[in-house]
Nanobody
Framework: QLQLVESGGGMVQPGGSLRLACALS????????IAWFRQAPGKEREGLSC????????VYADSVRGRFTTSRDNAKKTAYLQMNNLRPEDTAVYYC?????????????????WGKGTQVTVSS
C-alpha cells in the first residue's frame, strides 16, 4: 500500500527557510508525480507545485514562485520542497500527494494518495 509521510515542518521567523520532505513507501517513486499543496485555516487546499517522474517541475502558485523550489530524489524515494524567504501568509499545513502518471497537476481532485501533512508556522 502506497504511503506518503511529510516531515520538516516547524515554526520559523519571517524571512527564514525550511525544507520539507515527502517520503514514499510501498512502491517506487519513479512511477509517480509528486505535488505539494497547502491549506491555511479557513481556506481551500491550494496546489503549489508538482515534480514529474524525470525531474521536471511545474509551479502553480504565483505566491511561491521564486521562493519555493521543488525537487525529488527517486533513489531515495523522497521529494522535497525548499521554502525560502518565508512570510506569515505561508502559514499552513503542507501536504504532498502522489499520482501514478507522467503528467503533473495542481488540482487536488487529481490525486488519490496523500500524506497527513506537516504544519508550517511563520511568525515573529
Amino acid at each position: 500500500q502506497l504511503q506518503l509521510v511529510e516531515s520538516g515542518g516547524g515554526m520559523v521567523q519571517p524571512g527564514g527557510s525550511l525544507r520539507l520532505a515527502c517520503a514514499l513507501s510501498g512502491d517506487t517513486l519513479d512511477y509517480y508525480v509528486i505535488a505539494w499543496f497547502r491549506q491555511a485555516p479557513g481556506k481551500e487546499r491550494e496546489g503549489l507545485s508538482c515534480a514529474n517522474n524525470v525531474g521536471g517541475v511545474v509551479v502553480y502558485a504565483d505566491s511561491v514562485r521564486g521562493r519555493f523550489t521543488t525537487s525529488r530524489d527517486n533513489a531515495k524515494k523522497t521529494a522535497y520542497l525548499q521554502m525560502n524567504n518565508l512570510r506569515p501568509e505561508d502559514t499552513a499545513v503542507y501536504y504532498c500527494a502522489a499520482r501514478q502518471t507522467y503528467y503533473c497537476s495542481g488540482s487536488r481532485n487529481d490525486f488519490n494518495s496523500w500524506g497527513k501533512g506537516t504544519q508550517v508556522t511563520v511568525s515573529s
